[in-house]
C-alpha cells in the first residue's frame, strides 16, 4: 500500500521554467513533509521539509505548498536549471519516526 | 563523518544464493532505515530500527528477507534464498531520533539476481 502518491512520474521542463511535483497523503498522524533530491548513483539527500502548521515555505528557488485539509502538499522550483535534473521524492514522516516515500519524480530540465 | 556507509555498491548473484547487504550508521544515529528502491515501487520502507530495536518490519516482503542490528554502528540485510525480482538498489538511512531532522542515505547498493 502506496502511503504517499506522488505525480508526474516524469517531468520536462525547459530552463528558467517552473517545475511542480505533487503528493497526497491519507494517514493524518503524518506530521512532517520532507522533500529529497537524488541524483544518478547517488542517494537520496534532504532539499526542503514543512511542517503541517505552515502553509508554505521557500527556500531560494524551492517552495513547498501544504494543504492540510486536502492532504496534498506540492514541491515549485522556479526558474529551473539544467543541474536541478534529477529524482525527487516526497515523504511523510510518521509520530514514530518512520519515514514514507513517493515513487519518484524524474526532472529533466532541457537547457 | 564519513556518512553512512552500504557494502557492498554492487551485487550480482545467482539465484537461489543467499546476499548480504551491509550498513554503518552515521555515529550518534539511533535511528535506522532499509529502503528498496525500484522504478515501478519508487523508495519503499523495509524495516526501521530505533536504538537497534525493529520498530517495523511491515515492509519486509516476505519470510526471505531479514535483517539485524547487532550494536548501534552495524546493520545487515539479508536475503535468502535470492530471487531476480529482488533485483533493486538497497539504501540504508539513518537520523537521530529527533523530530523533523534529516535522515542521510547511503550510498545504496545495486543488486542484481540473475
Known amino acids: 500500500q502506496q502511503q504517499v502518491k506522488q505525480s508526474p512520474q516524469s517531468l520536462i521542463v525547459q530552463k528558467g521554467g517552473i517545475s511542480i511535483i505533487n503528493c497526497a497523503y491519507e494517514n493524518t498522524a503524518f506530521d512532517y513533509f520532507p522533500w529529497y533530491q537524488q541524483f544518478p548513483g547517488k542517494g537520496p539527500a534532504l532539499l526542503i521539509a514543512i511542517r503541517p502548521d505552515v502553509s508554505e515555505k521557500k527556500e531560494g528557488r524551492f517552495t513547498i505548498s501544504f494543504n492540510k485539509s486536502a492532504k496534498q502538499f506540492s514541491l515549485h522550483i522556479m526558474d529551473s536549471q539544467p543541474g536541478d535534473s534529477a529524482t525527487y521524492f516526497c515523504?511523510?514522516?510518521?509520530?514514530?519516526?518512520?519515514?514514507?516515500f513517493g515513487t519518484g519524480t524524474s526532472l529533466t530540465v532541457i537547457p | 563523518d564519513a556518512g553512512v556507509i552500504q557494502s557492498p555498491r554492487h551485487e550480482v548473484t545467482e539465484m537461489g544464493q543467499e546476499v548480504t547487504l551491509r550498513c554503518k550508521p552515521i555515529s550518534g544515529h539511533n535511528s535506522l532505515f532499509w529502503y528498496r528502491q525500484t522504478m515501478m515501487r519508487g523508495l519503499e520502507l523495509l524495516i526501521y530500527f530505533n536504538n537497534n530495536v525493529p520498530i517495523d518490519d511491515s515492509g519486509m516482503p516476505e519470510d526471505r528477507f531479514s535483517a539485524k542490528m547487532p550494536n548501534a554502528s552495524f546493520s545487515t540485510l539479508k536475503i535468502q534464498p535470492s530471487e531476480p525480482r529482488d533485483s533493486a538498489v538497497y539504501f540504508c538511512?539513518?537520523?537521530?531520533?529527533?523530530?523533523?531532522?534529516?535522515?542521510?542515505f547511503g550510498q545504496g547498493t545495486r543488486l542484481t539476481v540473475v
Open positions: 538511512a539513518s537520523k537521530t531520533h529527533t523530530w523533523g531532522t534529516e535522515a542521510f
Open positions: 515523504a511523510a514522516v510518521s509520530t514514530g519516526n518512520q519515514f514514507y
